[in-house]
């Protein structure tokens, strides 16, 4: 004879809700409602071409703490767009450093970045002439 027991689903439905919210409480966890979009990356450089490319340097905050990653575009003054992918994952806050393969000429960068759960940010701008070092 074996003994069986079934599983009450409404139980268990409580239990695990009762788990989270604890967890999301002390900090263990989040619920996805709370989150909320990164901001627009800020975008700095000094124009120049070296060998790796130009040196694109960026900040994103995201108000939840999330690690960020980055999605640049770039068209060129003649209306050629060059498309870049998303970068791995960064810390939220502090300044990282890219390189975007330009040629010499005048550009325009475009960014948005995206969250650890998905919420994207709006894209920021900056307008550069790139030139030889």
Known sequence: MTNRQKISLGKWYLRAT??????T???????????????APVMTSDNILYPA???IR?????LDGD???LE?????????VQHFFWTSFIASGKEDAFY???????WTIMARAKDELA?????????????SP
Do not use: H, W
């Open 25 to 39: 409480l002390f900090g263990c966890a989040k619920l996805p409602l709370e989150n909320t979009a990164p901001d």
């Open 100 to 106: 975007l393969d330009l040629s010499l000429g005048q």
């Open 18 to 23: 009762a788990l989270l919210l604890i967890a």
């Open 53 to 55: 490319g130009v040196e």
């Open 72 to 80: 640049f575009q770039a068209t060129r003054s003649t209306g050629e």
């Open 58 to 62: 960026v900040t994103v905050e995201d």
């Open 119 to 131: 919420e994207i940010s709006d894209y920021s701008s900056m307008d550069l002439t790139v030139v």
């Open 67 to 69: 690690m960020v990653a």
